[in-house]
C-alpha cells in the first residue's frame, strides 16, 4: 500500500522513515515534508500545507492511500480524521470529537475530574479579574495554560504570583495566543520527574509504546521560556515496570474508556504528560492526541515493530493487544534549534555538516528547506534533532552530543543538559 504523513517537523521524518521500513508499504508520501524526508528511500514530499485538509483529503483519494498518519495536532482538531473517513480512507488519528482532549485544556481537565483521574487542581477562567483573584488566593508557583492549541509555548510556570498575573493579562488582555487564549486553565504546580506515556490506541484497544521524557524550557535546568521540546530520551527513568502498570491501570484504562462511554471513542497515538511526584503517583499534566515532538524521534530509533502493521490494524478496528518489540538500548535526541528560538528566528542559513555521519547516530530534519542553490538551510525554530542509540543514557547522550558538534550555522544552539539527571 502507499501511506501518507501529514506534517513536516522532525516527528513527522520519524514517522516516515519508520513506516517506509515496512514490507507492507510501497510509497512513503510526506505533506509537506521537509529536505530530510526528501532523502529518504521510499519517501517523496508533496507540496500539501498540513492544514489543507481540502488538498490532503482530494490526494489521499486520487491515490487511494491506505493509510494515513497524523504528525501535527492542528489538523486533528480541525477534522482531518473525519473527512478522510467520509472518503472511506483509513486515517490513524482521533476524529475531531476525540481530539478536543488536546484541543481544549478545559476540556481534558473537566474530562480527568469526571473519571476520577490523576491529576492537578485547577480552575478555568475567560476574565483577568477573577483569574487574578485566584492566583494571588492560591499563590506561587502556580501554571497557567492557554485552553487552545498554542504551539507548544501557551504554558507558563509562575515562579511568583506576579509572573503568573503577567501571564493572565497577556492571554486575555492582550491577545497573545489569538483565540487559543481567550480562556485560560490556571493548575496547582506538580512537582517531580517528568515522563511521556504514549500509547497506540484502536477504541478500546491499547498497545503502549516505550516511555520516554522529553525537555521542555530553552534553557538548561528548567530555566527560560517553554518551547515545543528541546529534546527527549527513552526510556524514561522514573517510569519502572510497577509504574507502568498503575498508569495503564488508572490513567490510560479510564481515558480510553472513557471516551468511548461519552461517545468519543479514541483511535490514534495518546499521549499522557505524566508527572511522578514523591509519593509514586504519577498525574497528568496533559494530554496530546498525536505522538510527541522530539519524543517520537529517539522512540522510533528503539522500536523493532512494524509501524505501519500496528498503526493500520488500529485504524481498521484490529488492533492486537500486547507489548511492542523494542531494541534493549536508549535512544537519546537533542534539538539544534536557531537563534531567536521561542521567538522571531533568524532563517536561510546554509546547515554545514549534515553529511558527517557517526555510527548509531541519526538525525531528523524539522525547521529546514532547500535553498536557492540546493543546499540545506534553516527554515524555523527547532532545525534539528540529533540522535544516539547506546547502552544506556549516557552513552546514547555522549553519541548524539558528539554527532551534533559537526552540525553548524550562524546562531545555532542548544541545551546541554539533555539526559542529566535534574539538580536535586
Known amino acids: 500500500m502507499e501511506a501518507l504523513v501529514i506534517g513536516g517537523g522532525g516527528r513527522e521524518h520519524a514517522l516516515a522513515w519508520k513506516l517506509a521500513a515496512s514490507k507492507e508499504v510501497e510509497q512513503v508520501h510526506v505533506a509537506p515534508g521537509n529536505p530530510g524526508t526528501a532523502a529518504e528511500p521510499g519517501v517523496e514530499n508533496v507540496a500539501i500545507a498540513a492544514d489543507d485538509l481540502e488538498g490532503l483529503v482530494e490526494f489521499?483519494?486520487?491515490?487511494?492511500?491506505?493509510?494515513?498518519?497524523?504528525?501535527?495536532?492542528?489538523?486533528?482538531?480541525?477534522?482531518?480524521?473525519d473527512a478522510l473517513a467520509l472518503e472511506g480512507l483509513a486515517c490513524f488519528g482521533p476524529r475531531a470529537s476525540a481530539a478536543r482532549l488536546e484541543?481544549?485544556?478545559?476540556?481534558?481537565?473537566?474530562?480527568?475530574?469526571?473519571?476520577?483521574?490523576?491529576?492537578?487542581?485547577?480552575?478555568t477562567f475567560d476574565r483577568i479579574e477573577p483569574a487574578v483573584r485566584h492566583v494571588r488566593a492560591q499563590g506561587a508557583p502556580i501554571v497557567v495554560k492557554a485552553d487552545g492549541l498554542a504551539g507548544g509555548k501557551g504554558v507558563t510556570v509562575a515562579r511568583t504570583v506576579d509572573e503568573a498575573v503577567h501571564a493572565l493579562e497577556s492571554a486575555l488582555r492582550e491577545g497573545a495566543f489569538g483565540a487559543a487564549g481567550e480562556r485560560v486553565v490556571v493548575e496547582e504546580c506538580l512537582e517531580g520527574e517528568e515522563a511521556s506515556f504514549i500509547c497506540i490506541v484502536d477504541r478500546d484497544r491499547v498497545v503502549p509504546l516505550a516511555s520516554s521524557r522529553d525537555y521542555k524550557t530553552r534553557d538548561e535546568d528548567g530555566a527560560g521560556p517553554n518551547t515545543g521540546g528541546m529534546g527527549a530520551h527513552s526510556p524514561a527513568p522514573g517510569l519502572t515496570a510497577a509504574l507502568h502498570g498503575k498508569v495503564m491501570r488508572d490513567i490510560v484504562g479510564p481515558t480510553v474508556r472513557g471516551m468511548a462511554a461519552d461517545g468519543a471513542p479514541f483511535t490514534g497515538f495518546l499521549y499522557a504528560g505524566l508527572m511522578i511526584g514523591r509519593d509514586?503517583?504519577?498525574?497528568?499534566?496533559?494530554?496530546?492526541?498525536?505522538?510527541?515532538?522530539?519524543?517520537?524521534?529517539?522512540?522510533?530509533?528503539?522500536?523493532r515493530s512494524d509501524l505501519a502493521g500496528m498503526c493500520g490494524a488500529a485504524a481498521a478496528g484490529r488492533l492486537e493487544t500486547g507489548v511492542a518489540d523494542w531494541d534493549p538500548r536508549s535512544a537519546l535526541g537533542v534539538v539544534l534549534a536557531a537563534e531567536g528560538y521561542p521567538g522571531a528566528v533568524r532563517r536561510g542559513d546554509p546547515i554545514l555538516g549534515l553529511d558527517r555521519d557517526l555510527p548509531d547516530t541519526r538525525v531528523f530534519h524539522a525547521g529546514t528547506a532547500f535553498g536557492d542553490d540546493?543546499?540545506?538551510?534553516?527554515?524555523?525554530?527547532?532545525?534539528?534533532?540529533?540522535?544516539?542509540?547506546?547502552?544506556?543514557?549516557?552513552?546514547?547522550?555522549?553519541?548524539?552530543?558528539?554527532?551534533?558538534?559537526?552540525?553548524?550555522?550562524?546562531?545555532?544552539?542548544?541545551?546541554a543538559d539533555i539526559g542529566r539527571r535534574p539538580k536535586p
Open 60 to 81: 489521499a483519494a486520487g491515490r487511494r492511500i491506505g493509510l494515513t498518519v497524523v504528525g501535527p495536532e492542528a489538523p486533528l482538531v480541525a477534522g482531518i480524521a
Open 103 to 123: 484541543g481544549s485544556k478545559a476540556f481534558a481537565k473537566a474530562f480527568l475530574d469526571r473519571y476520577r483521574i490523576p491529576t492537578a487542581g485547577y480552575a
Open 280 to 303: 509514586g503517583i504519577a498525574r497528568v499534566l496533559e494530554f496530546n492526541v498525536r505522538c510527541g515532538d522530539p519524543e517520537t524521534q529517539p522512540i522510533m530509533l528503539r522500536l
Open 374 to 415: 540546493g543546499r540545506v538551510v534553516t527554515a524555523g525554530g527547532r532545525v534539528l534533532c540529533v540522535c544516539g542509540l547506546g547502552d544506556d543514557i549516557a552513552a546514547a547522550r555522549r553519541l548524539a552530543y558528539a554527532r551534533a558538534e559537526l552540525i553548524d550555522w550562524p546562531g545555532r544552539f542548544s541545551r
